[in-house]
C-alpha cells in the first residue's frame, strides 16, 4: 500500500494499534511501546500521512498510555504526524470518565469513531442511539473544542454493511434531536 501512496501522491491516516509491552515500570512500558511502532512512525513521516494510534483494549487501549506514546514519539522522534484514533466499541471502560479521557486525548485526537454504548459492552457493538450512554458522551464532544472527524465502523459481521450504516444514520439522528444539534441535523436529507 504505503508504494501506492507514494505513486499518486495520496496521504490517509493510518491506524495501528499499540503492542502491549511487558508489565515494567510505566516510563518503560511507554519507551518499549514506541520503539515497537517507531519503523511505522518512521515511514508514515516519510510520505507525509497522518498515524492515528487505535485504542483496542489492554494497555495500548487506554487512553492516558496512547498519550503517553504520543507524547514520547513526539518528543524524542519529531513525530508530530502520530495523534490517536478513539473507537467507542473499544472504550466502554472509560463511560464513567470520558470527560477526562477526552481532555486527555484532545491535542492528540485525529478522530473518533461512534458506537452505541452501555455498561460492560452489553453488547459491545451497537448501532449508535440504541445505548444507554452515547448521548452524553457525544454531548461532552460538543462542549469540548474537538472539530475533526467522526466515523462509523461496522463490525457486524451478520448484518448487510448497508443495513448498519442506516441504522447508525438513523441513531445519529436521533441522537441529535435529543442534543438539540439542529446545525447538524441539517445534514440529513428530508
Same mark, same amino acid.
Given at each position: 500500500?504505503?508504494?501506492?501512496?507514494?505513486?499518486?501522491?495520496?496521504?490517509?491516516?493510518? @491506524?495501528?494499534?499499540?503492542?502491549?509491552?511487558?508489565?515494567?515500570?510505566?516510563?518503560?512500558?511507554?519507551?518499549?511501546?514506541?520503539?515497537?511502532?517507531?519503523?511505522?512512525? +518512521?515511514?508514515?513521516? +516519510?510520505?507525509? %500521512?497522518?498515524?492515528?494510534?487505535?485504542?483496542?483494549?489492554? @494497555?495500548?487501549?487506554?487512553?492516558?498510555?496512547?498519550?503517553?506514546? %504520543?507524547?514520547?514519539? *513526539?518528543?524524542?522522534?519529531?513525530?508530530? $504526524?502520530?495523534?490517536?484514533?478513539?473507537?467507542?466499541?473499544?472504550? &466502554?471502560? $472509560?463511560?464513567?470518565?470520558?470527560?477526562?479521557?477526552?481532555?486527555?486525548?484532545?491535542?492528540?485526537?485525529?478522530?473518533?469513531? !461512534?458506537?452505541?454504548?452501555?455498561?460492560?459492552? &452489553?453488547?459491545?457493538?451497537?448501532?449508535?442511539?440504541?445505548? *444507554?450512554?452515547?448521548?452524553?458522551?457525544?454531548?461532552?464532544?460538543?462542549?469540548?473544542?474537538?472539530?475533526?472527524?467522526?466515523?462509523? !465502523?461496522?463490525?457486524?459481521?451478520?448484518?448487510?454493511?448497508?443495513?448498519?450504516?442506516?441504522?447508525?444514520?438513523?441513531?445519529?439522528?436521533?441522537?441529535?434531536?435529543? !442534543?438539540?444539534?439542529? *446545525?447538524?441535523?441539517?445534514?440529513?436529507?428530508?
Amino acid at each position: 500500500a504505503f508504494r501506492l501512496f507514494k505513486k499518486h501522491k495520496i496521504h490517509p491516516q493510518i @491506524w495501528q494499534t499499540l503492542a502491549n509491552p511487558k508489565p515494567d515500570p510505566q516510563e518503560l512500558q511507554v519507551v518499549e511501546a514506541a520503539k515497537a511502532i517507531l519503523p511505522l512512525v +518512521e515511514k508514515t513521516k +516519510e510520505l507525509d %500521512c497522518k498515524l492515528g494510534l487505535y485504542n483496542h483494549g489492554d @494497555w495500548g487501549g487506554e487512553p492516558a498510555n496512547l498519550v503517553a506514546v %504520543c507524547e514520547y514519539l *513526539r518528543a524524542h522522534h519529531g513525530a508530530g $504526524h502520530v495523534g490517536i484514533v478513539y473507537n467507542f466499541h473499544h472504550g &466502554h471502560g $472509560h463511560i464513567t470518565d470520558f470527560e477526562e479521557s477526552l481532555k486527555l486525548m484532545l491535542p492528540y485526537l485525529l478522530c473518533l469513531n !461512534l458506537n452505541g454504548m452501555n455498561p460492560d459492552a &452489553h453488547p459491545k457493538i451497537l448501532p449508535l442511539g440504541q445505548g *444507554r450512554h452515547e448521548a452524553a458522551m457525544l454531548q461532552t464532544i460538543r462542549q469540548s473544542s474537538y472539530k475533526g472527524p467522526m466515523g462509523i !465502523l461496522d463490525h457486524r459481521s451478520d448484518t448487510d454493511s448497508e443495513i448498519a450504516l442506516r441504522e447508525n444514520l438513523a441513531g445519529m439522528q436521533k441522537l441529535l434531536k435529543q !442534543l438539540g444539534a439542529n *446545525r447538524a441535523l441539517r445534514s440529513y436529507s428530508k
